[in-house]
């Protein structure tokens, strides 16, 4: 009996003891299996800003403020456009660009001089999800503002109140007004309007992608808005994964600092132009698409721009291509002459 009890208690330990080993067993497997989920998972914790691709430290849901910036000869140079994300430039009246500046991941303290409103600009500003601000706008333009919904502040509702608008001394209207950019969110606010915004990122290269991009050489080049040297825009590749900006054959700099503009992304496009009054307002088309120029890293991309959920994004066979993280200025122009005649792309 003793004899027994004594194999049956030995029996009992070996069990115990295997079944030990297969839990340690299973719950190693269990680890192995959920580490390898983890890393199948795409990591949510590596926020981008979502118009740079950098790394996000905070302010990643702050919503985008769109700023209507005038490029008069006698506005320049500008305050402000070095902290811009990303920068639209599209002709206005005549043969003179104008800028939509989106700020997002840098807030500075002024922008300006900020001008008027037109439809293609705050449609796209409406696309980015971006609160629209400007100064001053034609009947129609502000009537098409309120009918279609777009979240706005207009300066001609807050001309030089010291608080989100002011007149400066040393130039004079209408190239004086300078958006207060403290002062934008709790004027927004007051309007009932949202300051944060869920913002999905634009298609970005990864670091190995932006080492391994192709094209032909584009060391510089040339925007002809106008035969009027005032009006032509050149970039210029600094040779460190970024180019440089010039108009009237002069780099476009900050006012006060005379820092210097300088983005990573250069995206051409072209597409229908039409005037639609004695003023030589237009209406530029920013939905149907076109081809494109996208420069980067000294290199030029021949291939299609499309309007995807409003936002305008290069495209090559019918994929996205990727921006290199950094700032990116867009430049439209009328798709009659066309690239090929206004854009001239050199070593």
């Known amino acids: 009996m003793r004899k027994l009890l004594f194999s049956l ?15 340690k067993a299973e719950n190693s497997e269990s680890k192995e299996n959920s580490v390898q989920e983890k890393s199948q998972i795409p990591d949510k914790e590596k926020k981008v800003y979502p118009l740079t ?44 660009t104008r800028f939509l500046a989106l700020f997002q991941s840098e807030l500075p303290e002024v922008v300006g001089p900020v001008r008027s409103a037109r439809e293609y600009y705050f449609e796209l500003a409406k696309g980015y999800g971006a609160l629209y601000i400007y100064h001053g706008a034609a009947g129609f333009v502000n009537d098409m503002i309120k009918d279609r919904g777009i979240e706005h502040l207009d300066g001609a509702m807050y001309d030089n109140d010291g608080n989100l608008f002011k007149r400066e001394s040393f130039r004079k209207a209408p190239h004086n007004s300078y958006l207060q950019v403290d002062a934008v969110y709790d004027v927004a606010l007051e309007k009932g ?19 391994e991009l192709s094209g032909e050489p584009a060391e510089h080049a040339k925007i002809t808005y106008s035969d009027n040297p005032m009006e032509i825009v ?34 051409i496009v072209e597409t229908d132009h039409k005037i639609i009054d004695k003023a030589g307002r237009r209406s530029v088309d920013m939905t149907s698409g076109g081809d494109a120029y996208l420069l980067q890293n000294g290199q030029v991309q021949k291939l299609q721009w499309e309007n995807r959920d409003g936002r305008i994004i290069p495209v090559k066979d019918g994929n996205a ?21 206004m854009v001239t792309i050199m070593n």
């Not at 996000?56 to 490029?71: E, F, K, L, W």
């Not at 309007?193 to 080492?211: A, C, D, G, I, R």
């Not at 993280?325 to 090929?340: A, E, H, R």
């Open 193 to 211: 309007y949202k300051t944060t915004h869920e913002y999905e990122p634009l298609p970005f290269l990864s670091k190995k992608e932006v080492k």
């Open 234 to 267: 050149e970039y210029e590749y600094n040779g460190d994964g970024a180019y440089k900006r010039f108009n009237d054959g002069e780099q476009t700099v900050e006012l006060n600092t005379e820092e210097a503009i300088q983005v990573e992304n250069v995206l």
């Open 53 to 96: 691709g950098k790394k996000a430290t905070d302010n990643i849901n702050q919503r985008m403020i769109g700023v209507m910036v005038n490029n008069h000869t006698k506005a320049r140079p500008q305050t402000g456009l070095s902290q811009a994300d990303m920068v639209f430039e599209i002709l206005a009246e005549g043969q003179i």
């Open 9 to 23: 208690l030995i029996l009992m330990l070996i069990l115990a003891g295997c079944s030990k080993e297969e839990r």
């Open 321 to 341: 291509v990727g921006f290199v993280p950094g700032k990116t200025w867009i430049n439209v122009i009328p798709s009659s002459p066309g690239l090929q005649q």
